[in-house]
T-cell receptor, first 114, second 109 residues
Framework: DAGVIQSPRHEVTEMGQEVTLRCKPI?????LFWYRQTMMRGLELLIY????????DSGMPEDRFSAKMPNASFSTLKIQPSEPRDSAVYFC????????????FGPGTRLTVT | GIQVEQSPPDLILQEGANSTLRCNFS?????LQWFHQNPWGQLINLFY???GTKQNGRLSATTVATERYSLLYISSSQTTDSGVYFC???????????FGKGTHLIIQP
């Protein structure tokens, strides 16, 4: 079975541009998570969905960030407008259930904002 | 929120050596996972171990939930074991993993 799929793998954009990151969770998994990894803050949870519904977005840094999950097989994380401090690796993960279930991570999207 | 502390932060070993990585957490957890982040940045699942002991080849892990710690053992290290090892936990009643800062392991030939 395919794992979690993310696209693009690398994104370079200029400050002020809109960036959209995409994720396809593992088929049959009901929960989806977005994480961000930076040198300064390590790996941190941004938002997660359960059965396509956003449950907790308290980790989203500010209003420039938004996430959607229109169906069980697709989610997006959008940054508008992007800033250099948004440069990071963004990971998507999925799990079978929301509680006590192993999470599987995608390969990540490395975002560079110049 | 829950605190996760990993030790040591850095570890340099010769090929063939054994090592023990530790993860302490500040509250009860429903989920504990160990990951290996390889030099290409990929997060590889090693163990899902909220309690008890598991083994997979040269790797094994033990979580003592009542004492709020977990240990990852690597035996007969190989250069391909190099990378960062993360412990991540999920609090009881909450979702989403809280990660430790990781242990950076370098295995020299």
């Amino acid at each position: 079975d395919a794992g979690v799929i993310q696209s693009p793998r690398h994104e370079v954009t200029e400050m002020g541009q809109e960036v959209t990151l995409r994720c396809k969770p593992i088929s049959g998994h009901n929960s989806l998570f977005w994480y961000r990894q930076t040198m300064m803050r390590g790996l941190e949870l941004l938002i997660y969905f359960n059965n396509n519904v956003p449950i907790d977005d308290s980790g989203m840094p500010e209003d420039r960030f938004s996430a959607k999950m229109p169906n069980a097989s697709f989610s997006t994380l959008k940054i508008q407008p992007s800033e250099p401090r948004d440069s990071a690796v963004y990971f998507c993960a999925s799990s079978r259930t929301s509680l006590t279930s192993e999470q599987y991570f995608g390969p990540g999207t490395r975002l560079t904002v110049t | 929120g829950i605190q996760v502390e990993q030790s040591p932060p850095d570890l340099i070993l010769q090929e063939g050596a054994n090592s023990t990585l530790r993860c302490n957490f500040s509250d009860s957890v429903n989920n504990l996972q160990w990951f290996h982040q390889n030099p290409w940045g990929q997060l590889i699942n090693l163990f899902y171990i909220p309690s008890g002991t598991k083994q997979n080849g040269r790797l094994s892990a033990t979580t003592v939930a009542t004492e709020r710690y977990s240990l990852l053992y690597i035996s007969s290290s190989q250069t391909t074991d190099s990378g960062v090892y993360f412990c991540a936990v999920e609090e009881g009643g909450a979702d989403g993993l809280t990660f430790g800062k990781g242990t950076h392991l370098i295995i020299q030939p």
